[in-house]
Nanobody, 119 residues
Framework: EVQLQASGGGLVQAGGSLRLSCAAS????????LAWFRQAPGKEREGVSC????????YYADSVKGRFTISSDNAKNTVHLQMNSLKLEDTAVYYC????????????WGQGTQVTVSS
């Protein structure tokens, strides 16, 4: 059974930090890119960051560059998203997803974890 278990969300003041984790199981981790998406109320889902676990290639959305850091622990099939200097506009439900390196399609999605940034 494929699982993507996201954790680490919570309530934090603006300027603070949170670390999200996504534990993957049920598929070959190295064959996939792992990504974080987010969706704020009334807004469309947006891609935040992605890491190709086979070679470490990384993408960040412009809105989070310099503040967020994605990393993967291939031994533990886990991806982390370190979020620093959080802003009010980072408030959203964050989802992890896995895209096949072969097809580029997001085959698997985890449940969301709420991140709320307060002033």
């Amino acid at each position: 059974e494929v699982q993507l278990q996201a954790s680490g969300g919570g309530l934090v003041q603006a300027g603070g930090s949170l670390r999200l984790s996504c534990a993957a199981s049920g598929f070959t981790f190295d064959d996939y890119a792992l990504a974080w998406f987010r969706q704020a109320p009334g807004k469309e889902r947006e891609g935040v960051s992605c890491i190709r676990t086979s070679d470490g290639n990384i993408y960040y959305a412009d809105s989070v560059k310099g503040r967020f850091t994605i990393s993967s622990d291939n031994a533990k099939n886990t991806v982390h998203l370190q979020m620093n200097s959080l802003k009010l506009e980072d408030t959203a439900v964050y989802y992890c997803a896995a895209a096949s390196s072969r097809t580029g399609t997001y085959d698997y999605w985890g449940q969301g974890t709420q991140v709320t940034v307060s002033s």
